[in-house]
C-alpha cells in the first residue's frame, strides 16, 4: 500500500474537525440548555467568572466551554484583555432571542444518539424507527431549527410567490397544515392572516399538546387550531390551502398523503410543499448542506420511511424532479419552484 501522505493529511484534518464538531454539539446543548449564549451577550466583553454569574452556574466550567467555543469560532477572544464576546454575527446566530437560535439545531443529533443502537438495528435489518419513539428533545429540536426560516420567509416571500393565494388567505380562507409538530408554520400562517381558517394536523398526539398552548399563549386559539391526525386521512375538504414543511419526505407513504391533499382541495386551491433544499443527483448534493440532510436522512427521515408500509423513503434529498414525479402521479396538473432558499425548495402544486 503506497499512501499519499498529502491526502492523509487532509483526510486527518476532516477527521478532527468532524470529532471536535461532535463535541461541539454536546457543549452547544449546554449552552443553550444553560443561556451560556445570552449570558455572554449580556456581559460582553466578560471574563468567565462574569458569564457564570450572570448564568448561574460554576466557573470552571464556563471557563473551559468559553475556550473551546472560541476554538470553534462561535465566540470572540480577546487575548489582551482575557476577555470574550459576540460579534453580531454571532450573537444573531447564537443569544438573541429573535435570531436564528442555531445552537437548538444541535439538540436534535444528541437526541437521535440516545437511540443509537436501536437505529444501527434498524439499518443493519432493514427495518424502521419511528419519530414518536425518539427522545422528546428532537422534537424540540427540529422545531426551533426550522422555525427561524418560516418566519423570515413563509409570510413574506412564500406565500406570495404562490399564485392568488396571498390574496385569498387575506380575504379568508380554509388552510390545513399537514405534519404540523409544534405548531410553528401554522401559527405564522394564523397571525399573518386573521380572516383565515387554520388548523394544524399531525398524528403526534404530545406535539399537538404543545401546539395547542402555544396557540393559546399567542392569543391564536381562536382562529388557530390543532388536531392529531395523519397526512393520508386527515378531516375536512374544500380546503384553499393544504401546506406541508419539510416532512412529507419523512412519510412511509407521501404518494397517499399527496393523493389524499388533492381530493380535499378545492378546484382552483393550491399545495404548498417546502422540502429540503436538493439536487437530482448525488453530486449536486456534494456541499455541506447535502452533508447536513444526508446525515440527518439516515437516522430520522429514512428511519421514520421504513417504519410503516409502503416504506417509500423518499430521503431528505429527494430533490425536486422526484418530488415533483411524486405530485403529478397524485393527480396534481402544475407543479413549480415558486422559490427557494439556500436551505429549502418551496414547490407550488395546482389541480
Known amino acids: 500500500m503506497t499512501l499519499d501522505e498529502n491526502k492523509l493529511n487532509e483526510l486527518l484534518g476532516?477527521?478532527?474537525?468532524d470529532v471536535g464538531g461532535s463535541y461541539h454539539a454536546l457543549n452547544a446543548v449546554i449552552g443553550d440548555r444553560l443561556g451560556l449564549y445570552r449570558a455572554l451577550q449580556m456581559t460582553m466583553p466578560a471574563t468567565p467568572e462574569e458569564v457564570a454569574a450572570h448564568a448561574h452556574v460554576a466557573e470552571r466550567y464556563v471557563r473551559e466551554w468559553l475556550a473551546g467555543q472560541a476554538a470553534g469560532g462561535y465566540v470572540t477572544y480577546d487575548p489582551t484583555s482575557d476577555r470574550y464576546s459576540l460579534t453580531e454575527e454571532q450573537a444573531f446566530l447564537l443569544a438573541d432571542t429573535n435570531g436564528m437560535q442555531a445552537a437548538s439545531a444541535f439538540h436534535c443529533?444528541?437526541?437521535?444518539?440516545?437511540?443509537?443502537?436501536?437505529?444501527?438495528d434498524a439499518v443493519r435489518t432493514g427495518g424502521g424507527f419511528p419519530w414518536h419513539e425518539h427522545d422528546p428533545a428532537l422534537f424540540e429540536g427540529v422545531e426551533r431549527f426550522f422555525r427561524p426560516g418560516y418566519a423570515m420567509y413563509l409570510v413574506s416571500a412564500w406565500i406570495p410567490a404562490l399564485d392568488g393565494v396571498e390574496g385569498k388567505l387575506t380575504a379568508g380562507a380554509r388552510v390545513a397544515d399537514v405534519g404540523c409538530g409544534h405548531g410553528a408554520s401554522t401559527l405564522l400562517m394564523g397571525e399573518a392572516f386573521p380572516a383565515s381558517e387554520i388548523v394544524g394536523f399531525d398524528y403526534h398526539r404530545p406535539s399537538i399538546d404543545v401546539a395547542r398552548k402555544r396557540a393559546v399563549d399567542a392569543g391564536l386559539a381562536n382562529r388557530v387550531s390543532f388536531e392529531v391526525a395523519s397526512a393520508a386521512d386527515f378531516p375536512g375538504t374544500d380546503y384553499d390551502l393544504v401546506t406541508i414543511f419539510d416532512?412529507?419526505?419523512?412519510?412511509?407513504?407521501?404518494?397517499?398523503?399527496?393523493?389524499?391533499?388533492?381530493?380535499?382541495?378545492?378546484?382552483d386551491g393550491t399545495f404548498l410543499l417546502v422540502e429540503p433544499m436538493a439536487g437530482d443527483r448525488v453530486e449536486d448534493n456534494v456541499n455541506p448542506v447535502g452533508r447536513l440532510y444526508y446525515g440527518a436522512s439516515v437516522v430520522l427521515c429514512v428511519a421514520h420511511s421504513m417504519s410503516a408500509e409502503p416504506r417509500t423513503a423518499l430521503g431528505a434529498q429527494a430533490g425536486e424532479a422526484r418530488l415533483t414525479e411524486l405530485l403529478h402521479d397524485a393527480g396534481f396538473g402544475a407543479v413549480r419552484r415558486a422559490a427557494e432558499t439556500p436551505f429549502n425548495i418551496v414547490l407550488e402544486a395546482r389541480i
Not at 476532516?14 to 474537525?17: D, G, I, L, N, S
Not at 443529533?109 to 444501527?120: F, G, S
Request: aromatic letters at 2%; zero cysteines; glycine letters at 2%.
Open 14 to 17: 476532516r477527521f478532527v474537525t
Open 109 to 120: 443529533p444528541v437526541a437521535v444518539a440516545k437511540n443509537i443502537e436501536r437505529i444501527t
Open 247 to 267: 416532512a412529507l419526505h419523512d412519510m412511509p407513504d407521501p404518494l397517499g398523503a399527496a393523493k389524499h391533499i388533492r381530493e380535499v382541495l378545492k378546484e
